[in-house]
């Protein structure tokens, strides 16, 4: 297995931000479905893929503010870099080694993403980099916002429809 199965209940957890803010999913979802990105900075698809949620980000933030988060798998410094350096806007929070969080979510591979809905259970579940994992999450996360789902990607843009992690 590489990741914790659609329709299986999302484990409940709570992570800090690099400036001691804390995320608790159970507190977030009422809100809305959450996406979960998991990463690490050293990972060439995690550095890959981090663009094309954040553009997903600021396309949905100018109707609302949607639930994604980054789950970083590196030190307050190294995930503060990786925040400067691919100008994150969407909270991130830290999973400290031995990684707690990404174990009770069965990751094998960086990065993976999720789509949890409102009663905790994972709607999407995908490894690595994917244009439809991307699109599915814009797509949902909108939905739920009532606004449009932003364009991440158009055709001919020359990117592959997956990269491996």
């Not at 990786?82 to 069965?106: K, N, R, T």
């Not at 960086?110 to 789509?115: A, K, S």
């Not at 009663?119 to 739920?144: C, H, P, W, Y």
Request: glycine share 8%; with cysteine; net charge negative.
């Amino acid at each position: 297995m590489d990741h914790l199965e659609e329709g299986s209940l999302a484990p409940d957890f709570e992570l800090q931000t690099p400036n001691g803010v804390p995320l608790k999913l159970s507190d977030a979802i009422g809100s809305g479905p959450i996406a979960l990105a998991f990463y690490k900075s050293s990972c060439p698809t995690s550095q890959f893929t981090f663009p094309f949620i954040q553009k997903m980000f600021r396309g949905l933030s100018a109707n609302s503010k949607p639930g994604i988060w980054g789950i970083s798998q590196d030190s307050i410094e190294e995930t503060r870099h990786f925040i400067a350096e691919h100008g994150l806007e969407f909270p991130v929070a830290i999973d400290e080694h031995p990684y707690p969080v990404s174990s009770d979510y069965e990751l094998r591979f960086v990065p993976t993403l999720y789509l949890i809905d409102r009663e905790r259970r994972v709607r999407m579940a995908d490894f690595g980099f994917s244009k439809a994992a991307i699109n599915t999450i814009a797509e949902e996360l909108a939905q739920s916002l009532g606004c449009s789902k932003p364009s991440v990607f158009h055709d001919g843009d020359g990117l592959p429809e997956r990269r491996p992690g």
